[in-house]
C-alpha cells in the first residue's frame, strides 16, 4: 500500500481529483496527510470531508525558509511519504527539501514545460501567441518547473480565449493527467533516465485534447 502525501496551498482540485479516481477505482493507496502552507486553503476542507488528516503549516510564522521546510519534512515524514505530491503548493522548496524526497516528489505545473515555468503560465501563453498550451506533470529538482517530465496534456488555444477561459480548460487538462501520473508511479511504472521519464510498459505521455 503507497501512502501519499500532498502539499497544497489553495483550493486543491487536482488534490480532489486524484482522490476521486483514487477511490472509484479502488487504488492500493493512502492519503496520509494533506499540508497546506497557511490554514485559509480550501483543499483542507475537502481533504476532511474524506477523513484524510488535514494540516497547516504556517510559512508566516516561519523566520526562514529552511525553518518551514524542515517543519514540513518533520511532518511528511511522521505521517510517512512515500510519494510527495504538490497541488497547487505555491512556495519554492529549498534545495534539503527536494534533496530528501528526490524521486517521489511530484509537481503539477500549468503549462507545456520546458515553456513557461514560473508564474502567470495562462497570461503568458495568450502574450506570446502560442497556438498549444497546457500542463505537465513532472518530477522535482533543484531548478524550478525544471525536472523530469512524466505526461503532458495539450490544449489548442482559441481564438478569443482570455486567462480565465484557457486557465479553465488548463485546469480540466490537469484533473486528467495528474492521476495518470501519480497511478504510472505507484505501479511502479516510471523510469528516470537522465533528464527523461521512461514508462514501462510505454504508454503515450501527451494526451491532446
Ligand atoms: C493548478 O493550476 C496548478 O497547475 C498550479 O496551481 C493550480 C492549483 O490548482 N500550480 C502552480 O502554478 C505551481 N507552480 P488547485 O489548487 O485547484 O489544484
Known amino acids: 500500500m503507497h501512502s501519499i502525501v500532498t502539499l497544497i496551498s489553495g483550493r486543491g482540485s487536482n488534490f480532489e481529483a486524484i482522490v476521486k479516481i483514487a477511490q472509484k477505482d479502488h487504488w492500493p493507496v493512502k492519503?496520509?496527510?494533506?499540508i497546506a502552507n497557511h490554514s485559509a486553503a480550501k483543499g483542507l476542507d475537502f481533504a476532511r470531508s474524506q477523513g484524510i488528516p488535514a494540516f497547516a503549516i504556517e510559512h508566516r510564522e516561519h523566520p526562514s525558509r529552511e525553518s518551514f521546510d524542515a517543519a514540513l519534512i518533520a511532518k511528511i515524514d511522521e505521517l510517512g511519504a512515500d510519494l510527495v505530491v504538490l497541488a497547487g503548493f505555491?512556495?519554492?522548496?529549498?534545495?534539503?527539501?527536494?534533496?530528501?524526497?528526490?524521486?517521489?516528489?511530484?509537481?503539477?505545473?500549468?503549462?507545456?514545460?520546458?515553456?513557461f515555468p514560473g508564474l502567470h503560465t495562462h497570461e503568458r501563453a495568450l502574450?506570446?501567441?502560442?497556438?498549444?498550451?497546457g500542463a505537465t506533470v513532472h518530477f522535482v529538482t533543484e531548478g524550478v518547473d525544471e525536472g523530469?517530465?512524466?505526461?503532458?496534456?495539450?490544449?489548442?488555444?482559441?481564438?478569443?480565449?482570455?486567462?480565465?477561459?484557457?486557465?479553465?480548460?488548463?485546469?480540466?487538462?490537469?484533473?486528467?493527467?495528474?492521476?495518470?501520473?501519480?497511478?504510472?508511479f505507484i505501479d511502479g511504472r516510471l523510469r528516470i533516465e537522465g533528464?527523461?521519464?521512461?514508462?514501462?510498459?510505454?504508454?503515450?505521455?501527451l494526451i491532446k485534447l
Not at 99 to 108: A, Y
Open 31 to 34: 492519503f496520509a496527510g494533506v
Open 90 to 115: 505555491m512556495r519554492i522548496l529549498t534545495p534539503g527539501f527536494i534533496r530528501h524526497f528526490e524521486g517521489r516528489l511530484i509537481n503539477i505545473h500549468p503549462a507545456l514545460l520546458p515553456a
Open 127 to 133: 502574450e506570446a501567441g502560442v497556438q498549444e498550451h
Open 148 to 184: 523530469p517530465i512524466i505526461c503532458q496534456a495539450s490544449i489548442p488555444v482559441l481564438a478569443g480565449d482570455d486567462v480565465d477561459a484557457l486557465a479553465a480548460r488548463v485546469l480540466a487538462a490537469e484533473h486528467q493527467i495528474y492521476p495518470r501520473a501519480v497511478k504510472w
Open 195 to 205: 533528464n527523461q521519464v521512461k514508462v514501462q510498459p510505454p504508454e503515450a505521455q
